[in-house]
T-cell receptor, first 114, second 118 residues
Framework: GENVEQHPSTLSVQEGDSAVIKCTYS??????FPWYKQELGKRPQLIID?????GEKKDQRIAVTLNKTAKHFSLHITETQPEDSAVYFC?????????????FGKGTKLSVKP | DAGVIQSPRHEVTEMGQEVTLRCKPI?????LFWYRQTMMRGLELLIY????????DSGMPEDRFSAKMPNASFSTLKIQPSEPRDSAVYFC????????????????FGAGTRLSVL
């Protein structure tokens, strides 16, 4: 089945700097890659997603890139702000008999220091 | 829409007791997912349903765990008997459905149930 690896597990940056979180997946048939943000004590919430037919997607300060050949995708946050501090999860969606279920990475705890 | 609704928000019980967690998915969503989150193991998929039918329960840790979805608007996750190692936050999520549709895969999470087994 699908396996998703996420790095780093913790990331500390200064306010205004960029943050990059990387994930790799194992199933070449996976076609949907969302990123979730989870603030302390809250539920995971979708912040951006990308499908296998595109290589990059941007939404204001957030961007995601996908390399299907290498089977990895990354989250880029520019001009980080203290409110970006949270745990970020990448995920990959299965295909075939497991269409739609998400396999999550272990998460990256991002701390943005003012 | 109020989103995915889970109850209770917090549950404290003693080892050996039965625990039932409840979830109401977003109206119109056909897929429902149960996850368990712990510091050690992260976010684990336990089981998911499509059109009220269990599709994959390979993530259910053992026979003490069971899940049902009697109708499109309600699901339960039951632990009997509960053990201290079951302590975790349990999330329910729903999506429009399975398959390759543009919006189908987006999962919306409930607020979670924090379970403590003493």
């Amino acid at each position: 089945g699908e396996n998703v690896e996420q790095h780093p597990s913790t990331l500390s940056v200064q306010e205004g700097d960029s943050a990059v979180i990387k994930c790799t997946y194992s199933d070449s048939a996976s076609n949907y890659f969302p990123w979730y943000k989870q603030e302390l004590g809250k539920r995971p919430q979708l912040i951006i997603d990308i499908r296998s037919n595109v290589g990059e997607k941007k939404d204001q300060r957030i961007a995601v890139t996908l390399n299907k050949t290498a089977k990895h995708f990354s989250l880029h946050i520019t001009e980080t702000q203290p409110e970006d501090s949270a745990v970020y999860f990448c995920a990959a969606s299965g295909y075939g008999g497991s269409q739609g279920n998400l396999i999550f990475g272990k998460g990256t705890k991002l701390s943005v220091k003012p | 829409d109020a989103g995915v609704i889970q109850s209770p928000r917090h549950e404290v019980t003693e080892m050996g007791q039965e625990v039932t967690l409840r979830c109401k998915p977003i109206s119109g969503h056909n897929s429902l997912f149960w996850y368990r989150q712990t510091m050690m193991r992260g976010l684990e998929l336990l089981i998911y349903f499509n059109n009220n039918v269990p599709i994959d329960d390979s993530g259910m840790p053992e026979d003490r765990f069971s899940a049902k979805m009697p109708n499109a608007s309600f699901s339960t996750l039951k632990i009997q008997p509960s053990e201290p190692r079951d302590s975790a936050v349990y999330f329910c999520a729903s999506s429009l459905g399975l398959g390759r549709g543009a919006a189908k895969n987006i999962q919306y999470f409930g607020a979670g149930t924090r379970l403590s087994v003493l």
